[in-house]
């Protein structure tokens, strides 16, 4: 395959997590990887572990809240397929406790970025035969938990941003989507249940397959709405959360439920 043939994909926050699992499964598909993050030691394992595979890659270090530097970098790049913004992360902290030094951050990190890097990936973008842009949104834009102001405000702008790419670019045939993933289980989240232990079964009850979900979940995700195959999808939020965001708060709050169901729930109430 030469350079020319090779698909390209540009992900941000790719040193870790979703992120992470997401540059492997594009490279096993074929693609050249940009893995862009702040991370420079993950982000090297990243680009060593997808060239041991047989893939190519390339560790970019690049902070997502720097303007410049995100022109710099996409002004090297002649030709993308498909951007994924992916970089995120929150603090747990009350409207009353966000300082709006902290509230700017988060805001920069998960939103502005979006909106910088498609500005200065769309020149490429332009290029491709099959361009694409998969923005990272969560199920906390329509679905919230408390200590999340500026995390969920955010996602919820992610996605508006999105249908507001999908129709201006949709005339130039480049399709932009979303994934509002729900608790998927990387290091970072996995540290944060440790902590809390007790609410472990807790999480797991409210997820109707019995399980939180994996990194490749939502690459595979991705995958899906890069390919040509979704070339009729655009301007979507694909909910990747096996099914917990689409169930009543009463079935969620009372215990039990689902391993009662898992039982035969009727049988069990006559
Ligand atoms: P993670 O914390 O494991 O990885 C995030 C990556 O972003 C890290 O490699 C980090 O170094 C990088 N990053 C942070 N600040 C950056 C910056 N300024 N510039 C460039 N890179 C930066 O996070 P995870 O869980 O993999 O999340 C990925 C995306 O998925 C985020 O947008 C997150 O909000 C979203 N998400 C994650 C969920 C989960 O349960 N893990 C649920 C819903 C959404």
């Excluded at 440790?194 to 397959?209: A, I, R, V």
């Excluded at 979704?230 to 939020?237: D, E, S, T």
Aim: charged share 20%.
């Amino acid at each position: 395959m030469n350079a020319i043939e090779q698909k390209t994909v540009f992900i941000t926050g790719a040193a870790n997590g979703i992120g992470r699992s997401m540059a492997i499964q594009f490279a096993e598909e074929g693609y050249f990887v940009f893995i862009a993050d702040i991370d420079v030691d993950n982000g090297k394992l990243v680009e060593q572990r997808v060239i041991d595979g047989g893939g190519s890659a390339k560790f970019i270090r690049l902070d997502v809240r720097d303007e410049q530097a995100i022109k710099k970098v996409f002004n090297t790049i002649s030709h993308l397929d498909v951007l994924v913004n992916n970089a995120g992360m929150t603090y747990a902290k009350s409207v009353e406790d966000l300082p709006a030094s902290e509230w700017n951050t988060i805001i920069d990190l998960c939103l502005q970025s979006v909106f910088l890097c498609s500005k200065y990936a769309l020149p490429a973008l332009k290029k491709s035969e099959h361009p694409s842009i998969i923005n990272m949104a969560s199920i906390n834009a329509f679905c919230v938990s408390p200590g999340l102001p500026a995390y969920s405000a955010a996602k919820g702008g992610i996605i508006s941003l999105t249908k507001q790419m999908a129709v201006e670019y949709g005339a130039q045939n480049i399709r932009v989507n979303a994934i509002s993933p729900g608790f998927i289980l990387t290091e970072q989240t996995e540290r944060a249940l440790k902590e809390h232990e007790s609410e472990w079964e807790m999480t797991l009850e409210c997820y109707p397959l019995g399980r939180l979900g994996k990194p490749e979940d939502i690459a595979y995700a991705a995958l899906f709405l890069a390919d040509d195959k979704a070339g009729f999808i655009n301007g979507i939020n694909l909910v990747v959360d096996g099914g917990m965001s689409v169930q009543a708060v009463g079935a969620v709050i009372k215990p039990g439920l689902r391993s009662r169901w898992k039982e035969g729930f009727f049988k069990l109430e006559k």
